[in-house]
């Protein structure tokens, strides 16, 4: 089992205020592009009454996406209580800037903490996340394709291309043929044992039954933050059709997944930005409402990590507590 303190060392402060920085810098550039005043103006364009729906759309995505978590889970029979289990699930959020959101991977390290489960059977779970989230966010691109027909082929590229790595880690070749004889270079203690749970997590959570259901349970969770796109470039002035922000926000996060960069930073603001201009939006109306919905759906996100990690936490020193005085 991976040490505490190695586990510990994926959090550090350093590397989220990083993650931060490189994301301040990349909204800066883009204000001082279109201008602080204008940018400000456009802003000012979102009624009030707005605001809370705009906040309520991702809550629906983290509530729906929990429900794969707790789906995968039970897969690989591990049980937790439902309120500890989404405080684990939020908490992973915390580090959901890294490349790939890979960092999310730390919820094995907190579900240990709970039922001293082997860190790597859980935390491989957040692969079949990754993947499925893609599989949804492809089938949503394609549901508003005819908003630039011409990126079908690409589209379907990804796609097979996704579904041919789901397909392929869930038949437990990348353990027979790769993991298993790597292991003892992959992991440092146990390497035999830790390559298993890797092997039977994935088998679990992306053989054909599991990989469709999660993938449909993704699609309607994802689709919350594309209407929160539909919403925020209609409340700035340009007439955007909802399958126009599907197209977008779905194309957007795909490229900013496989980009590999922290929390896609950079490549997904440009590509939303790019398909926006193409749709006929101003610069300004573009880089403004991509500001928002990454403010909305990616920053919003590490704030509620970082809330359920502060709570979690509590709850685990009040356990640790009550074990000791009992």
């Not at 049980?79 to 959901?96: E, H, M, Q, V």
């Not at 579900?111 to 935390?123: G, H």
């Not at 054909?208 to 539909?230: D, F, N």
């Not at 920053?299 to 009040?318: E, P, Q, R, T």
């Amino acid at each position: 089992m991976t040490s505490e303190k190695t586990e510990k060392k994926i959090i550090t402060p350093g590397k989220v205020v990083a993650f931060v920085i490189a994301g301040v810098a990349i909204y800066l550039i883009a204000t001082l592009l279109v201008g602080f005043n204008q940018m400000v103006q456009l802003f000012s364009l979102i009624p009030l009454w707005l605001i809370p729906i705009l906040l309520a759309l991702p809550l629906a995505n983290y509530v729906i996406r929990f429900f794969k978590w707790q789906y995968y889970l039970h897969r690989i029979g591990v049980y937790l209580d439902a309120k500890i289990s989404f405080n684990i699930f939020l908490a992973g959020f915390t580090l959901t800037t890294t490349p790939g959101k890979i960092g999310e991977t730390i919820k094995g390290y907190f579900v240990n903490q709970v039922n001293d489960e082997p860190i790597m059977k859980t935390a491989t779970v957040v692969i079949s996340e990754r993947i499925t989230d893609l599989l949804a966010m492809v089938i949503l691109a394609m549901f508003g394709i005819s908003a630039m027909a011409e990126m079908t082929t690409t589209l379907i590229v990804m796609g097979v291309l996704v579904l041919g790595l789901a397909i392929f880690l869930g038949s437990g070749k990348l353990y027979d043929k790769v993991l298993g004889k790597l292991a003892g270079l992959v992991f440092k203690n146990n390497p035999e044992a830790k390559a298993e749970d890797v092997k039977n997590t994935l088998s679990a959570t992306l053989s054909p039954k599991p990989l469709l259901l999660s993938t449909l349970i993704s699609v309607p969770g994802w689709l919350m933050e594309c209407i929160a796109l539909w919403l925020i470039v209609n409340a700035l002035g340009f007439p955007l059709s909802i399958n126009q922000a599907i197209f977008v926000h779905a194309t957007a996060s795909v490229v900013g997944a496989i980009t590999f960069l922290p929390g896609g930073l950079g490549a997904a603001e440009f590509s939303a930005s790019f398909l926006l201009i193409r749709m006929g939006a101003i610069e300004s109306i573009a880089i403004a409402s991509t500001i928002l919905i990454r403010l909305l759906t990616l920053w919003y996100s590490v704030i509620v990590g970082f809330v359920a990690l502060a709570i979690f936490n509590h709850v685990i020193k009040k356990r640790k507590q009550n074990n000791e005085k009992s």
